[in-house]
Each structure stands twice: as C-alpha cells, then as structure tokens.
C-alpha cells in the first residue's frame, strides 16, 4: 500500500535553526531518503519553497483566479512531502517516526486513495 | 521548473454527489492525470483517503507520540497532489486551473520544489 507523509513544521522556528543544524538537518534528510530508496520503500520524496511563494487557484462559476500566497495562512506549514510504499499502516508510521523532520515539525500519515475507471 | 500543486477540497461536496456524478468526477480525473503524466507535463498524481484515515506523528525529546487524525482539522483539507514540470510558473497554473477537481469546487496551491543538496 502506498502512503503520504505530509511534513508540518513552523516556519519561524525552522529559520531560527543555527547554519550547523539546519546543513544537520538537509544530511539527515537527504540520507534517510536514500535509505528508504535502497530498502524500496521510497516512491517520492520532496521538499518545498516557503508558502509564499505559492499561487492559489479556484474556479467559481466558471472563471478562473489565482492569488499569491498559501491555501490557508497557519503557524504550522506543509514544507513537504515523502510518499512511500509500505505493507500496512503500522509499518508507514514505522517509516514516518524516523523522518529527520518528525524532530521539529509534525508528520501526518495518510493511504493514498486507489481509482479505478468506472 | 517543478512546482508541486497541492489539492483542497471540502469532503462534503464529493459525499454529497450523487454516484453517477461522482464516477464521472472520478473519470475526469483519472483522463487529466493520463493525459497530463503522457506530455511529461505532471511527473506524479496521488489523491488520498480522507483525513480521518490519517495518524500524525511528533517526535519532542526523543519521545514519539502518534495520535489519530490529520495534523489539521479543517473543512477544506488536503484531498491530494500532483506533481507538475512545466517551463514556466504560468504553464503550472493553467494546468492546476483545469483540474477536474477545480472545477468541481476544489482549490490548487502550487508551490515550487526546494532543492536540497549534501553538504
């Protein structure tokens, strides 16, 4: 089965990281990455830009806007993502509670929804 | 450039689709995703189960604690992501603003990659 891991931190407190922690914490990351390449559990693994540097977009009857920033403004931010494949949910959280960021932010797991044509 | 477009949308408008609806809406999405991921212009496409499937995980002095739930409880959530690769930032939105699920009351953030690099 395949599942997200949705990465949450705060936005200031990651920018107040001392230069040494936060090239810790990138290693770290980039590290853990190719571990779960190498075990085959990793499917994607992506780090974003800061929410404002995000466009939104809706469509309301018909017409298309876009706005400059976040969906929605809050303390705590999605700063990324890693998607991974792993036998149950137990074992994806298993994944989820080694992810370097799981340290500073928060990781929520989620099974990735299955379609099928009708 | 590689942006990726992040899904809102309120589970109340997909719950309450009557199911001819919903399968269209379904069959919609999954021609976006194969016409778009066949251009080489969207590199990956996931929607997810609701938020009440997720678990959210915190590690605070080397203590794990996980709880039910997503990490936010809002009305419109996350419901999924694409992965988009276009040449410019204009390109991403108008693919993001063709989403099926744009159209069906939905929102896109898109929001570029930050690459990251060894020490």
């Known amino acids: 089965m395949k599942y997200a891991c949705l990465v949450y931190a705060e936005m200031p407190s990651m920018l107040a990281l001392s230069k040494e922690e936060g090239r810790r914490l990138d290693d770290d990351s980039l590290d853990y990455d190719k571990e779960l390449e190498q075990r085959g559990h990793l499917i994607a693994g992506q780090a974003l830009q800061s929410p404002e540097t995000a466009v939104t977009i809706r469509v309301r009857d018909g017409r298309m806007s876009s706005t400059d920033g976040p969906f929605a403004e809050t303390k705590e931010v999605l700063c990324g993502f890693i998607l991974v494949e792993a036998r149950d949910m137990n074992a994806a959280l298993e994944i989820a509670a080694a992810i370097p960021m799981a340290r500073y932010g928060s990781i929520e797991v989620r099974p990735i929804l299955e379609i099928n044509h009708s | ?119």
């Open chain 2, 1 to 119: 450039m590689k942006f990726a477009c992040l899904v809102y949308l309120d589970g109340s408008i997909l719950a309450g689709l009557p199911p001819e609806e919903a399968s269209r809406l379904n069959d919609a999405c999954l021609e976006f995703d194969a016409r778009h991921l066949a251009r080489g212009e969207v590199t990956l496409a996931y929607p997810m189960q609701p938020p009440g499937k997720a678990v959210t995980i915190r590690q605070r002095d080397g203590r794990l604690s996980a709880t039910d739930g997503p990490f936010a409880e809002t009305k419109e959530a996350l419901a999924g992501f694409f992965l988009v690769d276009t040449p410019t930032l204009a390109e991403a939105i108008a693919i993001a603003g063709r989403s099926p699920l744009v159209a069906a009351g939905g929102t896109v953030e898109v929001r570029p990659f930050l690459p990251r690099e060894h020490s």
